[in-house]
């Protein structure tokens, strides 16, 4: 059934980005928007705005009843949730299916199956995909002390419902599981509104690495090659590449096809990303968890490949056939995405809302920035504190960090403190540059080193 006009649940680059592979397809667009986004740049790029509710999430963008109404009283037969806020709630993908709506992602079971971290590791292990040595949930302390005795440490305490760094905790220390344990759950508790936990092993010297799949209706079912996310801050992906550094075409064949048989297994349709842990000292992965929706590193895939994941992820939930096969799928050069965040490094990045008093990215031969900032846009403090992701391309690995440097020194941001010169050092730093990195690198190696080098002109 053809798509004529597509409400866009979400705020920000995302929305912007939706909007513009919208109108490449010829789909009208309405965004929802809240008080706080009516003069948004992704507001001002849509056939239509209408304001959902107040500035805070749980009020606008985490209201699923009020997002479907919008979408009905504005006669749009779409919706695109992008990432976060409702984008992987199976509640909010019933609730559109219940309206007519088309959801622009998996069906209901793919997602409530990967969801769920315990449901979908279990789903791993009967297919054969092998997973990080755990235990199953954890009822009480006395289970957490129990499983670790058993793992043996370190361990990593995470949150079952989870996502983003949230409800997850390493621990060293068998003294140490109370206080874990309770802290985790409490943050699993008020993030995803389930308190339940599970335990891993943990793995020191590590890599994330992650596999874009994307099927459709008619049993297509392709990967488009791996992402390697392995500059990280408390869980939280800074800076991405794509293909990995540290992946071998043999490596890429085992991890691809393992994410295609999850995939597979799930009858998934749309864009997905598989996560796995590569374990250095092994050069063995482990799946993590599958993420049922578009990824904000998407771009890196797009760079490489040459497609427009947004614009398919809509063909497909139109019922139309993937225009493209596996055979179809050629990896060429090098692509870097990094986040550009409002944050203040030397305050414990701290977000900083307030307006830019300066706002001019790097030329669009260097760089393509996916954005909804603008001079004198004014950053509210209600929502996550991203404010661009740049991405650069080479021919080459080495080509594209030289061409990402000469990018963000091109970037001129004024008015409130950035992540900006954070990341430059990073990208510069010799252990980015041999691609020697870990998941736990930033924080235990650079990032000390970077705040007493910086602490008297941060």
Request: include cysteine; aromatic fraction near 6%.
């Amino acid at each position: 059934m053809p798509i004529r006009r597509v409400l866009i649940a979400n705020r920000g680059e995302i929305a912007v980005r939706i909007a513009r592979a919208c109108r490449s397809l010829g789909v009208e667009t309405v965004l929802a928007c809240s008080e706080a986004d009516r003069d948004s740049l992704a507001a001002r790029g849509v056939d239509r705005a209408v304001c959902i509710g107040p500035a805070q999430p749980a009020v606008s963008y985490l209201d699923p009843e009020a997002l479907v109404t919008a979408a009905l009283g504005t006669g749009c037969d779409a919706l695109h949730p992008g990432y976060g806020f409702l984008s992987e709630r199976v509640g909010f993908r019933r609730l559109c299916d219940d309206a007519g709506i088309a959801f622009v992602g998996p069906g209901a079971e793919a997602i409530a199956t990967m969801g769920d971290k315990l449901t979908a590791l279990r789903l791993a292990q009967s297919i054969g995909v092998a997973t990080i040595p755990g235990c199953g949930e954890l009822k009480s302390v006395a289970d957490a002390q129990a499983g670790a005795a058993r793992i043996g440490l370190p361990v990593m305490l995470k949150a079952s419902a989870g996502g983003g760094g949230r409800g997850m905790r390493v621990v060293r220390r068998l003294d140490d599981i109370p206080q874990a344990f309770v802290s985790a759950s409490a943050e699993a508790q008020a993030a995803f509104g389930d308190s339940t936990l599970f335990m891993e092993r943990y793995i020191e010297r590590a890599r994330h690495i992650e596999v874009q799949v994307f099927g459709d209706s008619h049993g297509a079912l392709v990967h488009l090659g791996e992402r390697d996310c392995s500059v990280q801050r408390r869980h939280q992906k800074l800076i991405e590449e794509a293909p990995s550094p540290v992946v071998d075409a043999r490596l890429r064949d085992a991890i691809t096809a393992a994410a295609l048989a999850l995939a597979r297994a799930v009858r998934y349709i749309g864009a997905g990303t598989v996560e796995f842990i590569l374990d250095l000292e092994r050069m063995d992965f482990y799946f993590l968890e599958m993420n049922t929706r578009i990824q904000v590193e998407h771009p890196v895939t797009e760079a490489i490949t040459g497609l427009d994941l947004v614009r398919e992820q809509i063909r497909v939930a139109a019922g139309e056939a993937l225009s493209f096969a596996q055979t179809d799928v050629q990896l060429a050069g090098h692509a870097i995405e990094c986040r550009i965040n409002a944050e203040h490094v030397h305050a414990g990045f701290l977000p900083t809302p307030g307006v830019l008093s300066a706002w001019q990215p790097p030329a669009p031969e260097l760089a393509r920035v996916d954005t909804h900032c603008y001079p004198g846009y004014g950053v509210p403090p209600f929502y996550d504190s991203l404010l661009a992701k740049l991405i650069v391309q080479g021919a080459d690995r080495a080509a594209a960090l030289e061409r990402t440097l000469a990018a963000i020194d091109a970037f001129v941001i004024e008015g409130v403190p950035t992540t900006l010169p954070f990341t430059r050092a990073i990208v510069a730093g010799r252990a980015f540059r041999e691609a020697s990195v870990t998941t736990g690198w930033l924080e235990s190696e650079f990032l000390p080193h970077y705040l007493n080098s910086t602490e008297t002109n941060p």
